[in-house]
C-alpha cells in the first residue's frame, strides 16, 4: 500500500546513547517532514525538507539532526539521546508547501531512560 | 502570532447523534486549514483540508467549513457512530514568512452505542 512507512515503531534508549529513525515513503512527495507529539503540546516540527538533498530547522531541532540524501527517504539522528527527547515521532510527507494535504507514518515510540 | 484552539478537549455522544467540533485560529492569513483524525497509538490520517477561498468541504458524512473573518472552522460529523470514535485535529498553514502548519491539540470524542 503506498504510504509513509517508519522504522522501527518502538525503541527504548538509554541516555547517551544514538539512534536513526527512518522514514520512507513511496507516492514521490517532495516535502517531507519530521514531528515530535508529546502531550498537552500537541505535534511540534522538529525538522523538514523541500526536496531530495535539503534540509531545515523546524520548530524544536536541537538535540536532532536529519539527512535526505535519496527523495524517498527521510532519516532522523538523535546523537546522544536525552530523557527529554521521550516522545512519539511521526514523520510526514506532502506534494507542496502550502496547498497539499500530509501523509503520515504510524509513528515511531521512543522512550529514553 | 498564530494560535489554534480546539474546543471542547474531550467529547462523549450517544451513537447516532450529529455533532459539531470547534476549532479556532487567530491569525487569518492561511493558505489552507486541515482537519486529522487520530486513533490511540497510529498515525494521523487526513480528512479534509479547505482552500482560503474556500467555504466548506464534504467527504460523506463529514463536512468542514472555513469562516477567515471571524477565525474559525468547524467539523461537522452526521449519524455518529462508534467507529467514530478517535482524536480529532485541526491545523492552519500559515500564509506570509512562517509558512507552516499550526496544530491545535485536538479534540478526544467518543461515540457510545
Known amino acids: 500500500n503506498a504510504g509513509v512507512t517508519q522504522t522501527p515503531k518502538f525503541r527504548v534508549l538509554k541516555t547517551g546513547q544514538s539512534m536513526t529513525l527512518l522514514c520512507a515513503q513511496d507516492?514521490?512527495?517532495?516535502?517531507m517532514y519530521w514531528y515530535r507529539q508529546d502531550p498537552g503540546m500537541g505535534l511540534r516540527l522538529i525538522h523538514y525538507s523541500v526536496g531530495e538533498g535539503t534540509t531545515a530547522k523546524g520548530e524544536v531541532p536541537d538535540g536532532y539532526n536529519v539527512s535526505r540524501l535519496k527523495k524517498q527517504n527521510f532519516l532522523l539522528g538523535l546523537e546522544s539521546a536525552a530523557p527529554s527527547q521521550t516522545s512519539v515521532y511521526f514523520c510526514?510527507?506532502?506534494?507542496?508547501?502550502?496547498?497539499?494535504?500530509?501523509?503520515f507514518g504510524s509513528g515511531t515510540r521512543l522512550t529514553v531512560v | 502570532k498564530q494560535e489554534v484552539t480546539q474546543i471542547p478537549a474531550a467529547l462523549s455522544v450517544p451513537e447516532g447523534e450529529n455533532l459539531v467540533l470547534n476549532c479556532s485560529f487567530t491569525d487569518s492569513a492561511i493558505y489552507n486549514l486541515q482537519w486529522f483524525r487520530q486513533d490511540p497509538g497510529k498515525g494521523l490520517t487526513s480528512l479534509l483540508l479547505i482552500q482560503s477561498s474556500q467555504r466548506e468541504q464534504t467527504s460523506g458524512r463529514l463536512n468542514a467549513s472555513l469562516d477567515k473573518s471571524s477565525g474559525r472552522s468547524t467539523l461537522y460529523i452526521a449519524a455518529s457512530q462508534p467507529g467514530d470514535s478517535a482524536t480529532y485535529l485541526c491545523a492552519a498553514f500559515n500564509a506570509g514568512n512562517n509558512r507552516k502548519l499550526i496544530w491545535g491539540l485536538g479534540t478526544s470524542l467518543a461515540v457510545n452505542p
Open positions: 510526514a510527507s506532502s506534494w507542496g508547501a502550502s496547498n497539499y494535504g500530509y501523509t
Open positions: 507516492m514521490n512527495h517532495e516535502y
